[in-house]
């Protein structure tokens, strides 16, 4: 099992512009959850999702939009990039347990 | 409003030394408390959790201690190794809330040589 993956692993945009950050997971959980990591200040709940076809916002989803078309995949839209959302994303899955599972991250610079 | 409060932010401990890292939360609701490890350029992955019916947890050298009347749970890490060297994050969540973890802002241990 690969786990869960995410793809970039590293991008810059400039103000404005607008970007999809991709997460798929192959354990088939039915939970997802997209946080971001700003340093020190722990990670942040953005969207999450418990099953295809139902998302929820978290703490801080001003900016970003969400889906869940299938169990696998929970793709994060970046609208009008602002400097606020340089940050790094992590994307994670679980099943009906609270023990979460983590994507290697999204390093996203805002220029 | 932060809800799980963690300290220190930062710990230098010497190799073969204890680190302890210390949480508080405020929501009596909450009813698992996890830690995750993250190194450097990876994501967090979970080291050891605890629920409430219990005052303390062990797993190899890692132990949760867990004060269900102070609402205060700690992580100790025993025989510390340069290897353990990474951020530490406590976290917690209530059933009722659909799994939805709360973070500690983490802590950065350091472990010398």
């Known amino acids: 099992n690969a786990g869960v993956t995410q793809t970039p692993k590293f991008r810059i945009l400039k103000i404005g512009q607008s970007m999809t950050l991709q997460c798929a997971q192959d354990m088939n959980h039915n939970y997802m959850y997209w946080y971001r990591q700003d340093p020190g200040m722990g990670l942040k709940l953005i969207y999450y999702s418990v099953g295809a076809g139902i998302t929820d916002k978290g703490e801080v989803p001003n900016g970003y939009n969400v889906s869940r078309s299938t169990t696998e995949d929970f793709p994060l839209r970046l609208e009008l990039a602002a400097p606020s959302q340089t940050s790094v994303y992590f994307c994670?899955?679980?099943?009906?347990?609270?023990?979460?599972?983590f994507g290697p991250g999204t390093r996203l610079l805002v220029l | 409003q932060q809800q799980v409060k963690q300290s220190p932010q930062s710990l230098i401990v010497q190799k073969g030394g204890i680190s302890i890292i210390n949480c508080a939360y405020e929501n009596t609701a909450f009813d698992y408390f996890p830690w995750y490890q993250q190194f450097p350029g990876k994501g967090p992955a979970l080291l050891i959790a605890?629920?409430?019916?219990?005052s303390e947890k062990k797993e190899g050298r890692f132990t949760i201690s867990f004060n269900k009347s102070a609402k205060q749970f700690s992580l100790h890490i025993m025989d510390s190794q340069p290897g353990d060297s990474a951020t530490y994050f406590c976290?917690?969540?209530?059933?009722?809330?659909?799994?939805?973890?709360?973070f500690g802002k983490g802590t950065k241990l350091t472990v010398n040589p």
């Open positions: 994670a899955s679980s099943w009906v347990t609270e023990t979460q599972y």
């Open positions: 976290a917690a969540s209530s059933r009722g809330g659909s799994e939805k973890l709360v």
């Open positions: 605890i629920r409430p019916d219990v």
